[in-house]
């Protein structure tokens, strides 16, 4: 079984920083993308930005130069530093990992239980 859980959402003014971070945990034999995504009230759930295995890393044009995402690969962990925080940011963001368990050797999705994000103008 693998698990996902983010913390550090929280409320915040506009032009405020917040530091999301996500950790994965189980049984785990490899970890190929991780990645954050957001969903606000009556809205799909969209790509915030995402890290490959090899640290490559893919952003939305909504959050480039705001939004970096990090990894710390010997604690299974990502981070979204959010900076520049505007209204149109508040959503609840999720983590994703691609995992391969170790019962199983196959390349799955795992989605934590999301992190609320509230920017007040």
């Known amino acids: 079984q693998v698990q996902l859980v983010e913390s550090g959402g929280g409320l915040v003014q506009a032009g405020g920083s917040l530091r999301l971070s996500c950790a994965a945990s189980g049984s785990i034999f490899s970890i190929n993308t991780m990645g954050w995504y957001l969903q606000a009230p009556g809205k799909q759930r969209e790509l915030v930005a995402t890290i490959t295995s090899g640290g490559s890393t893919n952003y939305a044009d909504s959050v480039k130069g705001r939004f970096t995402i990090s990894r710390d690969y010997a604690k299974n962990t990502i981070h979204l530093q959010m900076n520049s925080l505007k209204p149109e940011d508040t959503a609840v963001y999720y983590c994703?990992?691609?995992?391969?368990?170790?019962?199983?050797?196959?390349?799955?999705?795992?989605w934590g239980q999301g992190t609320q994000v509230t920017v007040s103008s």
């Open positions: 994703k990992a691609n995992v391969v368990a170790r019962a199983t050797f196959v390349f799955k999705d795992y």
